[in-house]
């Protein structure tokens, strides 16, 4: 069985840490986040994924070569001379996709983190004999999306953009299960999914809908990305993964790689991720926070509701608040102050940030 991942374009949402590498390889949770979704449809039965790039492929590749023998997935690349919306690209992998069996494939967006029910959304898929299926998720205000309109049975009837008045409250979740037959709907030029395939294919009462049960976040901004930490965190809790940290200088949901040194003296958690190589010394308060790889903290930092990025070094006796976000080798002086700070990579920053700002 196959798979796309629609790996997409600049991923400026989330620069700077998409100013070292693409997006779906910015770590989260100590993986780059197309690696949970690699795991998730192997676990379904994927057995080749393909990703439909357009930016940086020189880097993909480094990736695919890296991964591809870990995950035990067969991953190959579809490379666009242009971005291809979400449609596009299906049509541009089509030999890859329709192989003849007839078998559904999978069709992701790369900045997607959820629970992943791929197998149960397949069986789904099939026993309705659908020509594509859309996972939804609820949502609280459904007037800031738009919402997909279903029968009791899942069979979608419509969609309603940013609705004045309540028509439902499930949304596009951003994952599908497509059979090949849809390919037949998609011309070689950029286009939507969303807009341009499914309104023909519901109109043709084969499109279904596909709830999903727990959590569901689009990773692709610093706010939702930490946001999205703290439910996946959540999630492994309920699910007692033994992944997590537990310890008296530990609180709530943690994640340490085992490689990481915790100093004396330190309080870490709620929500935090702690990546392989990093050193945090003595005395050091993380919350909310993500810090990759090969960082270090020097003693006494407070660091709440931040992302440090890659290598990069934080000052002694420094705070960091308000949703800061580092880029990979940043080197942050003692006694500093940062306050929604935003700071290219390779900087070397030796004065406050006390309200928010760009440091290019």
């Given at each position: 069985?196959?798979?796309?991942?629609?790996?997409?374009?600049?991923?400026?949402?989330l620069r700077p840490l998409t100013l070292s590498v693409p997006k779906p390889l910015v770590d989260f949770a100590n993986k780059p986040?197309?690696?949970?979704?690699?795991?998730?449809?192997?676990?379904?039965?994927?057995?080749?994924?393909?990703?439909?790039?357009?930016?940086?492929?020189?880097?993909?590749?480094?990736?695919?070569?890296?991964?591809?023998?870990?995950?035990?997935?067969?991953?190959?690349?579809?490379?666009?001379?242009?971005?291809?919306?979400?449609?596009?690209?299906?049509?541009?992998?089509?030999?890859?996709?329709?192989?003849?069996?007839?078998?559904?494939?999978?069709?992701?967006?790369?900045?997607?983190?959820?629970?992943?029910?791929?197998?149960?959304?397949?069986?789904?898929?099939?026993?309705?004999?659908?020509?594509?299926?859309?996972?939804?998720?609820?949502?609280?205000?459904?007037?800031?999306?738009?919402?997909?309109?279903?029968?009791?049975?899942?069979?979608?009837?419509?969609?309603?953009?940013?609705?004045?008045?309540?028509?439902?409250?499930?949304?596009?979740?951003?994952?599908?299960?497509?059979?090949?037959s849809i390919l037949k709907r998609i011309e070689l030029r950029p286009t939507s999914i969303e807009r341009e395939v499914f309104p023909?294919?519901?109109?043709?009462?084969?499109?279904?809908?596909?709830?999903?049960?727990g959590y569901w976040m689009d990773i692709g901004q610093p706010k939702d990305y930490l946001k999205g930490l703290h439910l996946h965190?959540?999630?492994?809790?309920?699910?007692?993964?033994?992944?997590?940290?537990?310890?008296?200088?530990?609180?709530?949901?943690?994640?340490?790689?085992?490689?990481?040194?915790?100093?004396?003296?330190?309080?870490?958690?709620?929500?935090?991720?702690?990546?392989?190589?990093?050193?945090?010394?003595?005395?050091?308060?993380?919350?909310?926070?993500?810090?990759?790889?090969?960082?270090?903290?020097?003693?006494?930092?407070?660091?709440?509701?931040?992302?440090?990025?890659?290598?990069?070094?934080?000052?002694?006796?420094?705070?960091?608040?308000?949703?800061?976000?580092?880029?990979?080798?940043?080197?942050?002086?003692?006694?500093?102050?940062?306050?929604?700070?935003?700071?290219?990579?390779?900087?070397?920053?030796?004065?406050?940030?006390?309200?928010?700002?760009?440091?290019?």
């Open positions: 069985m196959k798979a796309v991942i629609l790996v997409g374009g600049f991923g400026t949402r986040m197309i690696v949970w979704q690699i795991e998730a449809l192997k676990a379904a039965g994927v057995t080749e994924v393909v990703l439909a790039i357009n930016y940086r492929p020189e880097v993909m590749q480094t990736f695919i070569d890296e991964w591809q023998s870990k995950l035990g997935v067969k991953i190959v690349c579809s490379q666009e001379s242009e971005p291809m919306g979400t449609a596009g690209p299906l049509a541009l992998a089509r030999e890859l996709l329709d192989d003849g069996s007839g078998q559904p494939f999978f069709v992701l967006n790369s900045d997607v983190i959820c629970e992943y029910p791929l197998k149960d959304m397949l069986d789904f898929h099939k026993a309705r004999k659908a020509e594509a299926t859309i996972l939804v998720t609820k949502v609280e205000d459904p007037t800031k999306y738009g919402v997909v309109v279903m029968d009791e049975y899942g069979q979608v009837q419509r969609f309603v953009e940013k609705p004045k008045e309540f028509v439902g409250d499930k949304i596009n979740a951003g994952i599908y299960v497509c059979s090949p023909h294919v519901a109109a043709d009462n084969k499109l279904y809908s596909y709830t999903l049960s965190l959540d999630s492994m809790a309920i699910h007692k993964n033994d992944k997590l940290t537990h310890g008296p200088c530990y609180t709530g949901n943690v994640l340490i790689d085992e490689t990481a040194k915790i100093g004396d003296g330190c309080l870490i958690g709620p929500d935090v991720s702690i990546g392989a190589g990093c050193v945090i010394e003595d005395g050091v308060r993380l919350s909310n926070c993500v810090i990759m790889k090969g960082v270090h903290v020097k003693r006494h930092t407070k660091i709440d509701k931040c992302i440090v990025g890659w290598h990069s070094k934080i000052g002694a006796w420094s705070r960091l608040e308000n949703h800061c976000v580092l880029g990979e080798d940043v080197f942050c002086k003692d006694e500093l102050y940062f306050n929604g700070a935003v700071v290219l990579p390779h900087k070397e920053i030796k004065e406050s940030v006390p309200s928010p700002a760009i440091i290019l």
